[in-house]
């Protein structure tokens, strides 16, 4: 690809301590670095392995931009979550976040970031990831299983992921 050939980033976004401000903010720093071209709903769920505290908002958005997936990762996406305050605790990964944005999917593209696999496993493992990328590209279809970001989707039992949109929270003014 050209170097200044736009990328579709795909990033899913979450946060429990004051997401009403935080996700919509985080969109906004995003828009800063590229353009955003989708935006899903926003899903309240309820925490991973952690029952103590508050209930998370989700959502996802795609991303246009020509910045390489480890450059939006690390020089982009370790800012926007340091500027609003996240505090990684090693010790508790499931822990309170002001705000977490994963890539969830780059292009077409199956990398390694570090740590952090692209493709997200999470997207066949959480339906608060499949749910909202359905939502802003039903018809992609995911580079290592074959299957639209739909189908995955489909794939979730609503009675083992109970989620509830939240139409008083908006990701931005491209959301569906």
Known sequence: MPENSLHQAY???????EPERNLPAAVRMLAEHGRVAAASRVWETAPVDRSEQANYLNGA???ET???????RLEVIELIERSLGRVRNPADSYGPRTIDIDITLFDRDVLQIGHRQIPDPSLLERCFV???LAEIAPRYVHPQVDHTLAEIASGFDAANCPMLPRPDVKLSA???
């Open 11 to 17: 990033l899913s976004l979450g946060s429990n301590i």
């Open 61 to 63: 958005v795609l991303l």
């Open 66 to 72: 020509t910045l390489l997936a480890e450059e939006l």
């Open 130 to 132: 499949a749910i909202p």
């Open 174 to 176: 491209y959301q569906i």
